[in-house]
C-alpha cells in the first residue's frame, strides 16, 4: 500500500530544484512522504528544502514516529555525490539531529555527516568522494529501517549554493621624494586594502 500526500511546493533556489522522480530519484518534490509495508513508520524534516552555502553546516532535525532506526541518503541521481549512513535513535525520544559538514563532504572517510545528541548513533556505509561540494540541490531520502530494500518514507533536499567569501586585494605602493634641503631622498612606503564583495 502506497499512500502519498503533497503538502505543498518549494522553490530550490538558484543551486539547483527539485525535479521529479524520473529526471532524478534522490531529488522530489520536498514534503512528499511515501509510505509503504508498515503505516506507522513516519519521519519529518523541521524544514523541506535546507538551504546553505559551501563550506557551511546543515543542522537538520529528524522527528521519528514508528521505528527507531532509518536510512539516509544524500544526494544520488544527477548528483555527482552520495553518501549512505544508518541512524539510531539511541534513547527513543523520537528526535535525531543531523549535521552535514559540506566542508567534509567528498573527503571519503564520513566524517561529513554526524549526530549532534550522544545518546544517537550514525555510521557512513559509503561516500562518493570529490575533490569539493559542487552547488546544487542533493536529495535527502530517508528508508524505514536499516536493512536491505527498506521502504522510502520521506524525502527532501539540501541546496548548497555557491559560498559568499569576499575576495581581498592588498596593493603597496611605493613612492620617493627629493629632498632639496639635504639633497637626499625620502622613501614613503602606503599599503591600501581593498575588499571586493
Same mark, same amino acid.
Given at each position: 500500500?502506497?499512500?502519498?500526500?503533497?503538502?505543498?511546493?518549494?522553490?530550490? !533556489?538558484?543551486? !539547483?530544484?527539485?525535479?521529479?522522480?524520473?529526471?532524478?530519484?534522490?531529488?522530489?518534490?520536498?514534503?512528499?512522504? $511515501?509510505?509503504?509495508?508498515?503505516?506507522?513508520? %513516519?519521519?519529518?524534516?523541521?524544514?523541506?528544502?535546507?538551504?546553505?552555502?559551501? =563550506?557551511? *553546516?546543515?543542522?537538520?532535525?529528524?522527528?521519528?514516529? !514508528?521505528?527507531?532506526?532509518? %536510512?539516509?541518503?544524500? #544526494? @544520488?541521481?544527477?548528483?555527482?555525490?552520495?553518501?549512505?549512513? *544508518?541512524? %539510531?535513535?539511541?534513547? =527513543?525520544?523520537?528526535?535525531?539531529?543531523? $549535521?552535514?559538514?559540506?566542508?567534509?563532504?567528498?573527503?571519503?572517510? @564520513?566524517?561529513?555527516? %554526524?549526530?549532534?545528541?550522544?545518546?544517537?548513533?550514525?555510521?557512513?556505509?559509503?561516500?562518493?568522494?570529490? =575533490?569539493?561540494?559542487?552547488?546544487?540541490?542533493? !536529495?535527502?531520502?530517508?528508508?524505514?529501517?536499516?536493512?536491505?530494500?527498506?521502504?522510502?518514507?520521506?524525502?527532501? #533536499?539540501?541546496?548548497? $549554493?555557491?559560498? #559568499?567569501?569576499?575576495? $581581498?586585494?592588498?596593493?603597496?605602493?611605493?613612492?620617493?621624494?627629493?629632498?632639496?634641503?639635504?639633497? @637626499?631622498?625620502?622613501?614613503?612606503?602606503?599599503?591600501?586594502?581593498?575588499?571586493?564583495?
Amino acid at each position: 500500500m502506497v499512500v502519498s500526500l503533497f503538502a505543498g511546493t518549494a522553490v530550490a !533556489g538558484t543551486a !539547483g530544484s527539485a525535479t521529479s522522480a524520473d529526471q532524478n530519484p534522490a531529488v522530489l518534490p520536498p514534503l512528499l512522504f $511515501q509510505q509503504e509495508g508498515d503505516s506507522n513508520a %513516519t519521519v519529518t524534516f523541521n524544514r523541506s528544502i535546507y538551504e546553505i552555502q559551501r =563550506g557551511e *553546516t546543515a543542522t537538520m532535525n529528524v522527528s521519528l514516529s !514508528g521505528l527507531d532506526a532509518m %536510512t539516509v541518503q544524500i #544526494g @544520488g541521481g544527477q548528483a555527482s555525490y552520495k553518501l549512505d549512513a *544508518t541512524v %539510531t535513535d539511541g534513547n =527513543g525520544d523520537g528526535q535525531v539531529v543531523l $549535521q552535514f559538514d559540506t566542508s567534509k563532504a567528498g573527503s571519503g572517510d @564520513g566524517s561529513a555527516l %554526524t549526530t549532534q545528541g550522544d545518546a544517537d548513533s550514525l555510521s557512513v556505509k559509503n561516500e562518493t568522494k570529490v =575533490g569539493a561540494l559542487e552547488p546544487f540541490m542533493y !536529495g535527502l531520502t530517508v528508508y524505514s529501517g536499516t536493512g536491505e530494500n527498506v521502504p522510502t518514507i520521506a524525502y527532501g #533536499g539540501i541546496n548548497v $549554493q555557491g559560498d #559568499g567569501t569576499a575576495s $581581498q586585494t592588498t596593493t603597496t605602493t611605493t613612492t620617493t621624494e627629493q629632498d632639496s634641503s639635504s639633497e @637626499g631622498t625620502t622613501t614613503t612606503a602606503t599599503e591600501t586594502t581593498e575588499s571586493d564583495g
